[in-house]
């Protein structure tokens, strides 16, 4: 045989190889992970009430990855050129912000080198229907190129622990920010928070639950400092688990995901937990000193029917709160990357949040 091609399997041999150790190896972190996470009493393995817990999840991030790929049609601003970071931005990875049950809780900041201190903040909170989804990619990474600290938030998932677990996180994040201040160059006065689909609903929570006691939580502590955000932007995030009709829409492609999710968000049937439905349902919380809501969502949305954000501008409004909503026309679940979004996200941002005295 040819002294090169023999060289050129071999190369090709060893670079197989190397690929197969390195899946092996996500595979035994993965396994690692999976064992900490539903080892629940602590012994090793997982009994078979532990797998059928781990398989559940694992089908609940399938359909959760699978609703999020159904586009009805596709944005036309590359989705690729919007998640990369910014020049003179330095990205700080995985700063742990609390501890819950031994659960380290991590996020990451994207913050301008060259942007006079203090900086105002977006925490970005990511989908993934409480069951999945990671603080990377973070969706408005962008915004660090705009002047904003990006804080890009984990929050406990549903495998892990059920609300109000996911919104004491949220607020630990904003007093986290305010205690960190001085350490980050974050401007403790000017936070804002956006979001999608499950995020979405979560910084919808954080904008009208300032004051609700039962919410704060006391996740990574700084209690002295406050939870409330200046400015929510939500995009296509549900805001109300209490009517029949919210929860699951017969005109829906997916009718049953939003219920699915709620399942194992409230512990069981929004019916049989109709005050936890309420304490996680934004409208339910609405008040006069809530801030301004920019929310987004598409009308041809077939996993969150666009009336949850219908319902939560009209009661912001009727409240005679400052709100906005943009029904992106021929958009499907998950609109940021739709032509003018982000731009009209970033304008909102900047109004309440840039171009405010203290």
Not at 70 to 99: G, H, M, N
Not at 200 to 214: F, I, P
Not at 252 to 269: D, F, S, W
Not at 317 to 323: E, H, N, P, Q, S
């Amino acid at each position: 045989m040819n002294m090169t091609i023999v060289v050129c399997l071999l190369g090709a041999c060893g670079f197989l190889a190397a690929e197969e150790q390195k899946a092996a190896d996500r595979k035994a972190q993965w396994q690692q992970r999976m064992l900490k996470q539903f080892d629940k009493d602590g012994n090793g393995r997982l009994d078979e009430e532990e797998k059928k817990a781990l398989l559940e999840y694992q089908q609940n991030r399938r359909e959760s990855k699978a609703a999020e790929s159904r586009p009805s049609s596709q944005p036309t601003t590359s989705a690729v050129r919007l998640l990369q970071v910014p020049a003179d931005v330095k990205v700080i990875k995985d700063v742990e912000y609390a501890k819950a049950n031994d659960q380290s809780l991590l996020l990451d900041i994207y913050q301008p080198e060259k942007t006079l201190r203090p900086l105002p903040v977006i925490v970005w909170v990511h989908g993934g229907a409480w069951v999945s989804g990671s603080k990377e990619p973070c969706q408005i990474v962008s915004f660090s190129g705009k002047g904003y600290a990006i804080v890009s938030m984990n929050y406990r998932l549903t495998g892990v622990a059920q609300f109000p677990a996911q919104i004491n996180d949220c607020k630990a994040v904003i007093r986290w920010v305010r205690a960190n201040a001085d350490k980050y160059g974050f401007d403790p006065d000017r936070i804002g928070a956006a979001g999608g689909s499950a995020g979405g609903h979560l910084v919808a929570l954080l904008g009208t639950s300032g004051d609700v006691k039962e919410l704060e939580g006391d996740v990574g502590g700084n209690l002295k400092y406050s939870s409330r955000v200046r400015a929510v932007c939500n995009f296509c995030g549900p805001t109300d688990f209490t009517r029949a009709d919210y929860v699951r829409d017969a005109e829906q492609n997916e009718p049953e995901i939003l219920e699915k999710a709620l399942v194992r968000l409230l512990g069981g049937p929004w019916q049989e937990h109709r005050e936890a439905a309420n304490m996680a349902s934004p409208v339910y919380h609405i008040s006069k000193d809530d801030p301004p809501f920019l929310i987004v969502h598409g009308d041809a949305d077939r996993v969150i029917p666009i009336k949850h954000s219908q319902m939560l501008y009209d009661k912001l409004k009727a409240a005679g709160l400052d709100a906005t909503l943009n029904i992106v026309k021929g958009g499907s679940h998950g609109v940021g990357g739709y032509p003018g979004v982000l731009d009209q996200a970033a304008a909102f941002f900047d109004k309440h949040l840039k171009n405010v005295s203290k």
